[in-house]
């Protein structure tokens, strides 16, 4: 037999700032407290449901909106400032790592940013690596498959998320290609 129960809560806004506020100053992982972030949002959102439409709603959305917006743009700081690191590097497993969680038009987004901080000897160098990493495994890709104009990622053990966000990456950096 299950016992239904239930609680009020009161949400104002200024414990609300308060409580994200130290959330964000005792984040370790930005990433993970942003992904916290959009789990409250959603928890308020779903259980203030009787109260959409409300003023008091509205003013306690927003402050949560505005709090989840200042985080997910620290998650695009730090994820741009981890992927001049990787475009240094020429490092597919970081590089994928960056640009699998992120949709495409945040990756470009931060990818337009990251390159506009590295040297263009860096980008010489990106645009050349890219280009011959996409070239080597689009042909042992080609060769695993066994068909014609197909490719098996897995049976040439190449990463799929490494191949897509090399090849993202050459787009913006060798249009030509």
Same mark, same amino acid.
């Given at each position: ?64 909106? $505005?709090? %989840? +917006?200042?985080?997910? *743009? ?7 400032? /981890?992927?001049?690191? !990787? ?48 070239? $080597?495994? %689009? +042909?042992?890709?080609? *060769? ?7 490719? /098996?990622?897995?049976? !040439? ?21």
């Amino acid at each position: 037999m299950t016992n239904k129960a239930s609680i009020n809560i009161t949400i104002d806004t200024t414990k609300l700032k308060e409580f994200c506020d130290q959330l964000l100053k005792r984040s370790r992982d930005i990433t993970k407290t942003h992904d916290a972030l959009i789990t409250l949002e959603s928890f308020i959102s779903i259980f203030g449901r009787v109260h959409h439409g409300t003023t008091e709603y509205q003013i306690i959305e927003q402050t949560i909106n $505005e709090i %989840t +917006e200042y985080s997910r *743009q620290k998650v695009l700081e730090k994820n741009t400032l /981890d992927l001049v690191s !990787a475009l240094k590097q020429c490092n597919p497993k970081l590089l994928a790592a960056i640009h699998t969680p992120l949709s495409r038009n945040g990756f470009y987004h931060i990818l337009q940013i990251a390159i506009e901080s590295i040297s263009d000897d860096d980008i010489r160098l990106l645009m050349i690596w890219s280009a011959n990493w996409l070239k $080597e495994a %689009t +042909e042992l890709a080609q *060769q695993a498959s066994g068909y014609p104009d197909a490719m /098996d990622f897995k049976k !040439a053990e190449i990463s799929f998320e490494e191949y897509q966000a090399i090849k993202d990456i050459d787009r913006v950096i060798n249009p030509a290609s």
